[in-house]
């Protein structure tokens, strides 16, 4: 399995930007594409999931009513669209597959999103 976050970078505060994340290799079977962030000198953090098969969705307190994930089954992606972003949202934003919105085996690698006040 293999998971290619992109999008990330710099933004003013108030702006947007629209994360990726492309899942390839031996996927089937796994429930849940999550997007968790590390901010710097914190612990990782949960921020939005999706299961592939129904849509269900799962946010942060933090995030809601700013980031949408969405899906696209066809092209095995999942998207985190970021509105209304803050300062404090800066981070390096993470990718993840897993059997459950609540558990995830594997990462991507990263990609960093950064809000300028």
């Known amino acids: 399995v293999q998971l290619q976050a992109s999008g990330g970078g710099l933004v003013q505060a108030g702006g947007s930007l629209r994360l990726s994340c492309a899942a390839s290799?031996?996927?089937?079977?796994?429930?849940?594409l999550g997007w968790f962030r590390q901010a710097p000198g914190k612990e990782r953090e949960f921020v939005a999931a999706?299961?592939?098969?129904?849509?269900?969705?799962r946010y942060a307190d933090s995030v809601k009513g700013r980031f949408t994930i969405s899906r696209d089954g066809a092209k095995s992606t999942v998207n985190l669209q970021m509105n209304s972003l803050k300062p404090e949202d800066t981070a390096v934003y993470f990718c993840g597959l897993g059997p459950s919105l609540s558990s995830y085996s594997y990462w991507g690698q990263g990609t960093l999103v950064t809000v300028s006040s």
């Open positions: 290799g031996r996927i089937l079977g796994y429930y849940a």
């Open positions: 999706t299961s592939w098969s129904s849509g269900i969705t």
